[in-house]
């Protein structure tokens, strides 16, 4: 079974920019959650979505957003990037919808620089 | 505030003996705690789940306890290898609708020494 897939792996972005992320979850899961990851903040959560609906959010301001298709692929997008967006970003994915006791299975990743 | 922390940065360790990674956590009534490994430019990988009734789980080396009274996980790896060096990351969720803001802690990197 193939695992969580990100793409893509890398990205250099200018500040004011705007970027998009693509998640393709475990063949199966409906849901899906977004992390980011930076050496100070450590791995920060974003938002989850299961079956196409938003249902958790974290505190990130109104520039990073995310949707899910009705194949549970999921996009999220930054835009007007700041520098400070420069961060590993990771999608997880589980079976039933993260009620706690299904366990996040991550993507690798993409990491983003923001110049 | 809510807090989770995680023993030290970093723990260094002969091969063979057992180390034990420490997850303390206040303000927090979590209902599950997972630990991760991560290696360096991947993802985190899944390693335990322990619940909020349960007071330890074992895998293989693997040995994880849970005491909601001290607010605090222990995660050993009895006979450690070289190939366990990693970070490992602790997580709490609340569970229920809450469910899917797993709160990580900021890890801890282990190195076992040949």
């Known amino acids: 079974k193939a695992g969580v897939t990100q793409t893509p792996r890398y990205l250099i972005k200018t500040r004011g920019q705007q970027v998009t992320l693509s998640c393709s979850p475990i063949?199966?899961?409906?849901?899906v959650s977004w992390y980011q990851q930076t050496p100070g903040q450590g791995l920060q959560f974003l938002f989850e979505?299961?079956?196409?609906?938003?249902?958790n959010k974290g505190n990130f301001p109104g520039r990073f957003s995310g949707r899910q298709f009705s194949n549970s692929r999921s996009e999220m997008n930054v835009s007007t990037l700041e520098l400070g967006d420069s961060a590993l970003y990771l999608c997880a994915s589980t079976l039933t919808g993260p009620w706690g006791d299904s366990p996040l299975h991550f993507g690798n990743g993409t990491r983003l620089t923001v110049t | 505030s809510q807090k989770i922390e995680q023993n030290s940065e970093a723990l260094n360790i002969q091969e063979g003996k057992t180390a034990t990674l420490t997850c303390n956590y206040t303000n927090y009534s979590p209902a599950y705690l997972q630990w991760y490994r991560q290696d360096p430019g991947r993802g985190p990988v899944f390693l335990l789940l322990i619940r909020e009734n349960e007071k330890e789980k074992r895998k293989e080396r693997l040995k994880v306890t849970f005491d909601t009274t001290l607010k605090q996980s222990l995660f050993h790896i009895t006979a450690s290898q070289p190939a366990d060096s990693a970070t490992y990351l602790c997580a709490l969720d609340m569970g229920g609708l809450g469910a899917g803001k797993s709160t990580f802690g900021d890890g801890t990197t282990l190195t076992v020494k040949p």
């Open positions: 063949s199966g899961h409906r849901s």
């Open positions: 979505y299961f079956s196409e609906t938003q249902r």
